[in-house]
């Protein structure tokens, strides 16, 4: 992988939304990031419904843009809380832009309700060095890989067997880079037997490069104002 300098993301607001300037989007819906993190990447893949089962010792996340980690914690809290969960969730994130560990922790403190997970994350947040940085959560229970990377650098670079995918790199009008068919298209390299994916967009360009990877996706009820999401 390249190793270029990396580039913190510049903590800004929206209309009280966590915004990056150089996208021109929003980090999260403005109708709730943790209610967008549920409805759209968790219950979009069917979770917690699929990651239980006699023979899951393990499930696994690959997420493209790590963002502000809220889907991270989302999902991290929703297995925490379902006795059925697996042993192991592994969470594989790449992100281009992180943020400083005193901006995230600025910004988990609009989610009282994950505070004790965001602390964890905060006292493990890695120094902003371009590559690969495990950290080791719950006990070891959680396994969260975060790749600080380009995605099409660090696409190449990874080895996983994915359960699940949330594709979030921001509207593809606004951010095409993180959904061109040369990244969609390599997703299945990374992806278990089965696996799933959710997004909220359902730009038609998306939906394409989609089903040439082998996705099968369909239009399902979005969340907040978008009146729809892709799911497959
Ligand atoms: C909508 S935000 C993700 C929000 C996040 N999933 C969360 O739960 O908070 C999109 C992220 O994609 C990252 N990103 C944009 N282009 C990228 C690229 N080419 N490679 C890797 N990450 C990228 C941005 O820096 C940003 O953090």
């Not at 899951?56 to 502000?68: S, V």
């Not at 809220?70 to 992180?98: I, M, S």
């Amino acid at each position: 992988m390249p190793t270029q300098r990396l580039i913190p993301a510049t903590l800004a607001f929206e209309d009280g939304v966590p915004y990056a300037a150089k996208y021109g989007d929003v980090y999260h819906s403005a109708d709730g990031g943790l209610g967008q993190a549920r409805h759209v990447f968790i219950n979009g893949n069917g979770l917690p419904a699929r990651w239980r089962g006699r023979d899951r010792d393990r499930f696994t996340i690959f997420e493209t843009g790590f963002g502000l980690g809220l889907n991270f914690l989302a999902t991290w809290q929703a297995w925490r809380g379902d006795p059925q969960r697996p042993a192991r969730l592994h969470y594989v994130a790449v992100e281009k832009h992180p943020f400083r560990a005193a901006d995230l922790a600025q910004l988990h403190a609009a989610w009282p309700e994950l505070a004790a997970l965001s602390a964890e994350l905060h006292a493990q947040w890695p120094v902003p060095m371009p590559g690969f940085h495990r950290l080791l959560l719950d006990g070891g229970r959680v396994v969260l890989t975060l790749v600080f990377a380009d995605i099409a650098d660090a696409l190449p670079q990874i080895d996983a067997f994915a359960d699940a995918f949330y594709l979030d790199g921001f509207a593809p009008s606004k951010n095409p880079d993180m959904w061109a068919p040369e990244i969609l298209g390599r997703l299945n390299r990374v992806a278990a037997p089965g696996a799933t994916l959710a997004t909220y967009t359902i730009a038609a360009a998306v939906r394409k490069a989609l089903a040439q990877a082998g996705f099968d996706c369909e239009r399902v009820p979005g969340f907040g104002r978008k009146p729809e999401m892709l799911a497959g």
